[in-house]
């Protein structure tokens, strides 16, 4: 069974639109998508109308932010009811953080003499929230950086100009809004945050202490043997294991949907837990 349990329209930091992205997922001959947009359910019913058309089975899905040990970490939440009202609270909150820090990241950007930097990156996120991917496309498209690793070392980061962090809700809380939404919570590319494979270990550990159900061990980008510890620490935490290409749609992301390595044990896979209680 083909899997994508994690990918991003244009309501957060995505090209696409949600019809487009459940279109290229069944193109990609996907038995199972979910579209996880960053702290918002916004574009959850378009792609549900898509899916029902064309015969796809939709997950229902968000990426939230939020802190462990002072760092921000994502968890996406899977199988949520999208009128939950604890949910719909939460991503309140997380969507005016987000549109605060936009305002902080552009004057710290102005004062590295990039000027008009919020209207300019305001028009790459036409209607929907501003991300720091918003930020980093519109300084490529300045020319000011040639990639998108370029632009976090340079600008988006620590102490560079636009390196505004916030103050996400813990990941406590977070897990407990997707689970009152009835959805099950799994630790979104556990070895792309800025720590070592040692720290992430313990961040997984800390959250399945606080409910987390699992832990996502394929990613576009993953090696084999990346695959191979995630997996391991899956298996010795006990917890589930999720695949999703993260997928956004820019020019300069050779991410494709559906375009992923096998799950080592499908058995523990998410989906099965989403589908059968």
């Known amino acids: 069974m083909l899997i994508d349990l994690h990918s991003h329209s244009y309501y957060s930091d995505g090209v696409l639109s949600p019809a487009s992205l459940v279109r290229l997922a069944h193109e990609a001959s996907c038995d199972v998508f979910a579209l996880t947009d960053h702290d918002t359910i916004d574009g959850q019913e378009e792609a549900m109308i898509e899916s029902e058309n064309i015969g796809i089975n939709l997950i229902t899905?968000?990426?939230?932010?939020?802190?462990?040990?002072?760092?921000?970490?994502?968890?996406?939440?899977?199988?949520?009811?999208?009128?939950?009202?604890?949910?719909?609270?939460?991503?309140?909150?997380?969507?005016?953080?987000?549109?605060?820090?936009?305002?902080?990241?552009?004057?710290?950007?102005?004062?590295?003499?990039?000027?008009?930097?919020?209207?300019?990156?305001?028009?790459?996120?036409?209607?929907?929230?501003?991300?720091?991917?918003?930020?980093?496309?519109?300084?490529?498209?300045?020319?000011?950086?040639?990639?998108?690793?370029?632009?976090f070392r340079r600008y988006l980061t620590g102490k560079k100009p636009g390196g505004v962090g916030a103050q996400w809700e813990s990941y406590e809380e977070v897990i407990g809004w997707i689970h009152a939404a009835g959805g099950v919570g799994v630790i979104a590319h556990p070895l792309r945050y800025r720590m070592t494979n040692t720290k992430a270990r313990r961040m997984i550990s800390s959250l399945k202490d606080a409910g987390c159900d699992g832990v996502e061990v394929v990613t576009a980008n993953s090696t084999k043997d990346e695959i191979t510890l995630t997996s391991k620490w899956a298996n010795e935490l006990d917890l589930l294991v999720s695949s999703g290409s993260d997928f956004h749609g820019w020019p300069n992301q050779r991410i494709q949907i559906g375009n992923l390595q096998e799950l080592p044990e499908p058995s523990k896979c998410v989906i099965n837990k989403i589908i059968n209680g």
């Open 61 to 151: 899905g968000v990426e939230i932010s939020a802190l462990w040990s002072n760092m921000t970490v994502h968890i996406v939440g899977l199988g949520i009811d999208p009128e939950n009202e604890t949910l719909k609270k939460g991503l309140l909150k997380h969507k005016e953080l987000r549109s605060q820090r936009a305002i902080r990241m552009a004057r710290g950007l102005s004062g590295a003499g990039i000027n008009g930097a919020l209207e300019k990156t305001q028009a790459i996120a036409s209607d929907g929230m501003i991300t720091r991917t918003h930020f980093a496309q519109m300084l490529i498209q300045e020319g000011v950086c040639k990639d998108m690793k370029s632009v």
